[in-house]
């Protein structure tokens, strides 16, 4: 049982150190950094395939490369720091005190550990003979354990200054910089405490907060284009005070927040830890495996109630993203009026809008279409003009009406099941395959890259099909919906753009190239080959010329423009 864990430890910390043994050699010279870490990497892969036999080899291969990408990501992010760091030296600021208190800390760290218990558990005490799960488990694990390390040291270090002359906050971080001008503010709001099940990127969905937040006291909110800023002042009232005297809109009123603890909380808290544990993390299906695995429940059990619970949370999935996202029915009735006939004539019966806070533009569908449904949008996607949002639930309704999020994890399944059926007969039925490493691992990693470009064709393919056939609910046809999506797609890039300009790594006076316009050769390959959704320039333009809808003609020019626009280098 320790065995596996033992050997991911190891694996794993011989990941970060061949980043940081060529980092430091490349303080020394450039080219030696580079030598030393190609040599030391090479090394240690020809020590995992003589240790460890096949398949064994290749997990912790790409384990090692998993680690190795995740010590990349904690380097600090210079350029934005350095650019933010040099425009503040030359300003004449005060410092915005932050009040800290490392409960705040605790706090993320123990959901964190409470989240992942079960998972840990399973890794440690798990049949060996789940390596696959086991793996699965571990990559989670480092993808938000990065994540957990970058914001103790943000909630540890982060300044915050104010230029008075320019009206401008500087927020300093080695992680995350900013450089805010207050005139640009959407909306500034004083919350009596920091909403943890808000904030902690377990417990969210669909969200642009950035969390500066260094104790449990009241929290300054500040919504820009593009995110959210959330910091812990000493004195927040003053400085709403000075900044409500640039602003367009007068600051909103002080929310009051409940503690995550609180009664009134529980069944939100509840919620959102099964959501992180079942959508997020596969703690949850670790612990039922777990207690099956003690109670000595065969392997085809174990199988069983795997895939009974994976169906029942596929089942309830509108219900659990609804409290993952903190979603209400929308109220407006303008809205409400121009669903409730597209509902209709796409044969919807029980679909209910909702909204959910958050500075991106987006909408999504969730549930089977089975009984119920729902479409959630933004509160940005609501600012939108009336026809955009009404071509958005169109799109959105189709992908309940064809199940589509049923279908998407079923196409999963099947390439799984596929690679299964590929892999155990050649494991079970070669004697020496030993001597066969090398075709091995080129077959491999071929169906790693394959993997994605097959999850690529489906997702497009529905995208697709959701873009034609929701064009054919609205009044306005293909047209409006090639309208929705233009609409849609400029305040995207917008906002994008301006989040970018913060951060100081967009040029304000810099052409930034539009979503709307055709990429280039390589953007065009990934859009097409590795995207869940095909570039905008080709959706809107099929649509604006396609007047046959949906059926066997735009499923030929999809299939046809996907293999041109990525071959073709003009």
Request: glycine share 4%; proline share 3%.
């Amino acid at each position: 049982m320790f065995e596996t864990f033992l050997n991911y430890l190891i694996v794993m910390i011989l990941g970060v150190m061949l980043h940081y043994i060529g980092m430091l050699s490349g303080r020394i010279n450039k080219k030696l950094g580079y030598f030393v870490e190609i040599l030391c990497g090479l090394l240690t892969i020809c020590y995992i395939f003589y240790v460890h036999s096949f398949p064994d080899g290749f997990t912790y291969f790409g384990l090692l490369a998993y680690c190795y990408a995740s010590a990349i990501e904690l380097r600090p992010h210079k350029t934005s720091y350095n650019k933010v760091k040099e425009q503040l030296i030359a300003a004449q600021v005060e410092e915005m005190q932050l009040f800290r208190d490392k409960k705040r800390v605790v706090i993320d760290v123990l959901i964190f550990f409470v989240t992942f218990a079960f998972a840990i558990l399973f890794l440690i005490y798990g049949p060996k003979e789940s390596s696959i799960l086991k793996y699965i488990i571990t990559l989670g694990f480092i993808t938000f354990f990065t994540e957990l390390v970058k914001r103790i040291h943000i909630a540890k270090n982060v300044k915050c200054y104010y230029d008075h002359d320019n009206a401008e906050i500087f927020i300093l971080s080695k992680y995350e910089s900013r450089k805010i001008p207050v005139i640009e503010c959407i909306n500034l709001q004083l919350e009596t405490s920091v909403d943890i099940l808000k904030l902690h990127p377990l417990f969210t969905l669909f969200t642009s907060n950035v969390d500066f937040t260094t104790s449990n006291r009241d929290v300054l909110k500040i919504e820009m284009p593009g995110e959210t800023l959330y910091l812990t002042l000493n004195d927040s009232k003053k400085w709403v005070d000075i900044f409500s005297l640039y602003m367009k809109n007068q600051p909103a009123e002080t929310m009051n927040v409940l503690p995550f603890y609180h009664k009134k909380n529980i069944k939100r808290l509840i919620g959102k830890l099964y959501f992180a544990t079942t959508v997020k993390g596969v703690s949850a299906y670790s612990a039922l495996l777990l207690i099956l695995y003690f109670l000595q429940v065969p392997t085809w059990g174990l199988v069983l109630a795997g895939i009974s619970y994976w169906i029942l949370n596929i089942m309830i999935s509108d219900v659990v993203l609804k409290v993952a996202m903190d979603a209400k029915a929308i109220t407006n009735q303008e809205i409400i009026s121009v669903a409730d006939p597209i509902f209709k004539k796409a044969g919807l019966s029980n679909v209910k809008l909702y909204e959910t806070e958050s500075s991106d533009y987006n909408g999504l569908a969730t549930g089977m279409n089975i009984g119920r449904g729902m479409i959630t949008l933004t509160s940005q996607t609501l600012k939108l003009p009336l026809d955009t949002i009404e071509g958005i639930i169109a799109h959105e309704s189709i992908h309940l009406k064809k199940r589509d999020i049923m279908w998407t994890q079923i196409w999963r399944i099947c390439f799984l099941l596929i690679l299964l059926v590929t892999l155990i007969p050649i494991i079970q039925n070669i004697d020496n395959i030993e001597s066969l490493k090398t075709p091995l691992f080129l077959l491999i990693w071929l169906l790693m890259m394959i993997f994605p470009t097959y999850l690529s064709f489906v997702s497009q393919w529905m995208e697709v099909r959701a873009d034609h056939l929701g064009g054919e609910l609205l009044k306005g046809g293909h047209i409006q919906m090639a309208n929705s999506l233009r609409t849609l797609t400029i305040a995207q890039d917008n906002a994008l753009n301006k989040s970018l300009e913060y951060q100081m790594l967009n040029d304000k006076d810099e052409n930034v190239s539009s979503s709307l316009e055709r990429e280039s050769w390589i953007l065009r390959i990934i859009s097409f080959q590795f995207m869940p959704h095909p570039p905008m320039y080709w959706r809107v333009q099929t649509l604006q010329t396609n007047k046959d809808g949906w059926g066997k003609g735009i499923l030929k020019q999809w299939l046809r423009d996907r293999w041109k626009e990525t071959v073709s280098k003009k």
